[in-house]
């Protein structure tokens, strides 16, 4: 699914209670799927305006549209319902773009509150205009009460402010752009990291317009080159003005650690003396993360550990697929697998600073996620239907128009002679024929990595 794409769950958020303002604070309506409305946090702020100014940052990102596909009316989906999470002492804040090219994700850590309550839970609360001034207003000093359930999000400022009552549809793309990033994360190598003086420079200093192409980064003594050519040592970003929004909170950056694997996709990492921020860009505007196809693989090899590796689950901010290989005694593969199965059901993230798995539970209906992931639909088809027929090399996969073979490369990884394939390669996943063949009956033997 393009990054453009409209499809939507057939789920409409619910909010139990409009969202309203009185003399006691700000009242967000929330979505009210779960039964219990007792708050899991209730706290203080202890430095409300950097809490403030990284939670608006990402406010920004979720109601931003970074690409608008060729021939598409400049149709903005105002999505602006970040999910909250509190577990492991912190408070997680996690969202897309409209585009779904940008995932975002604030920690709010132990040092940035005052805690009087602190329960697992998770929250998809509506993110308003009013929210949003309340929380510009926000001065530093000023004692600032939170207070998230499933029913609501609450913000109790010295200083006034307003809301309304909001619902919305929740978009497919959201649900498939949190395990796709998820995939790209567990990839990710640390590159290079940037001092708080550097980071302003740097961000200062990046392009104003959307470039052509990615922009290779490279560390160079005390600042970073921005080139069209690589460069040894060099990170490829694209859409790398994308980054600008990060301005917002440079002042309150000690340092910044940069991400990246071979896929194209890149992570930056805003430390603060008490919170984090992740900003995460997909290889280029164009590509949505709704539309990559990372965990396909996975998913259709189905991993035979998933419900034992669901029953640990127990609000960890540190799941390692080693070591619940280990406790199972079952195969690192197999638990990998089972962690991209449970992230299609929103139960897993993944966290570049742990360089782990987390759990938590997004508050969307997983009743109809199977039907959200139409490559590997198709591929069961084929496979059901006999469409796979596998010779001494490859695989013969009979399409509606062609035949298309299948086959291992000298590397190992599959590779296929279908258009999909010739314009693409594997970089967005398998197409459904390499499913096909991995899921057809009788060749085991020929199964592995989609590539």
């Given at each position: 699914m393009?990054?453009?794409?409209?499809?939507?769950?057939?789920?409409?958020?619910?909010?139990?209670?409009?969202?309203?303002?009185n003399?006691?604070?700000?009242?967000?309506?929330?979505?009210?799927?779960?039964a219990s409305?007792?708050?899991?946090?209730?706290?203080?702020?202890?430095?409300?305006?950097r809490?403030?100014?990284?939670?608006?940052?990402?406010a920004?990102?979720?109601?931003?549209?970074f690409?608008?596909?060729?021939?598409?009316?400049?149709r903005i989906?105002?999505q602006?319902?970040?999910?909250?999470?509190?577990?492991?002492?912190m408070?997680?804040?996690?969202g897309?773009?409209?585009?779904?090219?940008?995932?975002?994700?604030?920690?709010?850590?132990?040092?940035?509150?005052d805690?009087?309550?602190?329960?697992?839970?998770?929250?998809?609360?509506?993110?308003?205009?009013?929210?949003?001034?309340?929380?510009?207003?926000?001065?530093?000093?000023?004692?600032?009460?939170?207070?998230?359930?499933?029913?609501g999000?609450?913000l109790?400022?010295?200083?006034?402010?307003?809301?309304?009552?909001?619902?919305?549809?929740?978009?497919?793309?959201?649900?498939?752009?949190?395990?796709?990033?998820?995939?790209?994360?567990?990839?990710?190598e640390?590159?290079?990291?940037l001092?708080?003086?550097?980071?302003?420079?740097?961000?200062?200093d990046?392009?104003?317009q959307?470039t052509?192409?990615?922009?290779?980064v490279?560390?160079?003594?005390n600042?970073?080159?921005?080139?069209?050519?690589p460069?040894?040592?060099?990170?490829p970003?694209?859409?790398?003005?994308?980054?600008?929004?990060?301005?917002e909170v440079?002042?309150?950056a000690?340092?910044?650690e940069?991400?990246?694997?071979?896929?194209?996709?890149?992570?930056?990492r805003?430390?603060?003396?008490?919170?984090?921020?992740?900003?995460v860009?997909?290889?280029?505007?164009?590509?949505?993360?709704?539309?990559?196809?990372?965990v396909?693989?996975d998913?259709a090899?189905?991993?035979t550990?998933?419900?034992?590796?669901?029953?640990?689950?127990?609000?960890?901010?540190?799941?390692?697929?080693?070591a619940?290989?280990?406790?199972?005694?079952?195969?690192?593969?197999?638990?990998?697998?089972?962690l991209?199965?449970?992230?299609t059901?929103?139960?897993?993230?993944y966290?570049?600073?742990?360089r782990?798995?987390?759990?938590r539970?997004?508050?969307?209906?997983?009743?109809?996620?199977?039907?959200?992931?139409p490559?590997?639909?198709?591929?069961?088809?084929?496979?059901?239907?006999?469409?796979?027929?596998?010779?001494?090399?490859?695989?013969?996969?009979?399409?509606?128009?062609?035949?298309?073979?299948?086959?291992?490369?000298?590397?190992?990884a599959?590779?296929c002679?279908?258009?999909?394939?010739?314009?693409?390669?594997?970089?967005r996943?398998?197409?459904?024929?390499?499913?096909?063949?991995q899921?057809?009956?009788?060749?085991?033997?020929?199964?592995g990595?989609a590539?």
């Amino acid at each position: 699914m393009s990054a453009g794409t409209a499809t939507s769950l057939q789920h409409t958020d619910r909010y139990s209670t409009p969202s309203s303002v009185n003399h006691s604070g700000i009242f967000l309506a929330a979505s009210s799927s779960a039964a219990s409305r007792a708050p899991f946090f209730v706290g203080r702020l202890i430095q409300p305006r950097r809490a403030a100014d990284l939670a608006l940052t990402l406010a920004h990102v979720v109601e931003a549209r970074f690409y608008t596909p060729p021939g598409m009316l400049q149709r903005i989906i105002r999505q602006r319902d970040p999910v909250i999470t509190c577990a492991g002492g912190m408070l997680r804040w996690e969202g897309f773009s409209a585009c779904c090219g940008v995932y975002a994700r604030l920690d709010l850590l132990g040092g940035a509150l005052d805690a009087d309550r602190m329960e697992p839970g998770t929250s998809n609360v509506d993110f308003n205009p009013p929210m949003r001034a309340a929380l510009a207003k926000l001065r530093e000093g000023e004692r600032a009460r939170l207070e998230v359930s499933a029913s609501g999000f609450t913000l109790v400022p010295e200083s006034s402010g307003a809301a309304f009552e909001r619902r919305v549809e929740l978009p497919a793309r959201w649900i498939k752009g949190f395990v796709e990033v998820q995939a790209h994360q567990a990839r990710m190598e640390r590159r290079f990291g940037l001092s708080g003086a550097m980071v302003q420079r740097f961000l200062r200093d990046l392009p104003r317009q959307r470039t052509a192409g990615p922009v290779w980064v490279t560390p160079m003594g005390n600042s970073l080159r921005l080139s069209h050519s690589p460069l040894a040592q060099g990170v490829p970003a694209g859409g790398i003005d994308r980054l600008r929004v990060l301005n917002e909170v440079a002042r309150h950056a000690t340092d910044i650690e940069v991400y990246a694997s071979g896929d194209g996709a890149t992570a930056w990492r805003v430390e603060t003396p008490d919170a984090r921020l992740f900003l995460v860009l997909s290889p280029e505007p164009a590509r949505g993360f709704s539309g990559e196809g990372q965990v396909l693989g996975d998913l259709a090899a189905a991993s035979t550990v998933t419900a034992r590796v669901r029953a640990l689950l127990r609000w960890q901010q540190t799941l390692e697929a080693r070591a619940i290989a280990g406790e199972l005694q079952a195969g690192e593969d197999d638990v990998v697998r089972a962690l991209a199965e449970l992230g299609t059901l929103g139960l897993v993230g993944y966290d570049l600073a742990a360089r782990a798995y987390f759990h938590r539970e997004l508050p969307f209906d997983v009743a109809r996620i199977r039907r959200l992931h139409p490559r590997l639909a198709g591929a069961r088809d084929l496979a059901g239907d006999g469409a796979v027929q596998p010779d001494g090399e490859g695989a013969w996969v009979r399409g509606r128009g062609a035949d298309y073979y299948v086959r291992r490369d000298e590397q190992g990884a599959w590779r296929c002679s279908c258009p999909w394939v010739g314009r693409h390669g594997t970089s967005r996943g398998p197409c459904k024929h390499i499913l096909a063949v991995q899921l057809a009956p009788g060749l085991e033997g020929k199964r592995g990595d989609a590539g």
